[in-house]
């Protein structure tokens, strides 16, 4: 089994600046990419940054040149710099990790999300 566990959420003035960390554990032999998500209320859930094992990025337009994404050493932590934040940044962040190899399958796993709240 494969545990993800995100840390790191809470409420910031806009403009402020928020790091929220992830870590996998568990039985697993390798995690092919991981990503941050987030929900807001109303809203479907949508990608805002992510990273594959060889340190290709991609992120959404919204977040571009504000948010970074990056990688822990072990490979099996990642960490999303948020700068400059919005209160259309508010909604709740999940952290997945993708294409997870464990033995004989290879699927998605998610976290269970931390809130982040950006005021005005």
């Known amino acids: 089994q494969v545990q993800v566990v995100e840390s790191g959420g809470g409420l910031v003035q806009a403009g402020g600046s928020l790091r929220l960390s992830c870590a996998a554990s568990?039985?697993?032999?390798?995690?092919?990419?991981m990503g941050w998500y987030r929900q807001a209320p109303g809203k479907q859930r949508e990608l805002v940054a992510h990273?594959?094992?060889?340190?290709?990025?991609n992120y959404a337009d919204s977040v571009k040149g504000r948010f970074t994404i990056s990688r822990g050493n072990a490979k099996n932590t990642v960490y999303l710099e948020m700068n400059s934040l919005k209160p259309e940044d508010t909604a709740v962040y999940y952290c997945?990790?993708?294409?997870?190899?464990?033995?004989?399958?290879?699927?998605?796993?998610w976290g269970q999300g931390t809130q982040v709240t950006v005021s005005s």
């Open positions: 997945a990790a993708e294409r997870v190899v464990t033995q004989g399958s290879l699927s998605d796993y």
């Open positions: 568990g039985s697993f032999f390798s995690i092919n990419a």
């Open positions: 990273i594959t094992s060889s340190g290709a990025t």
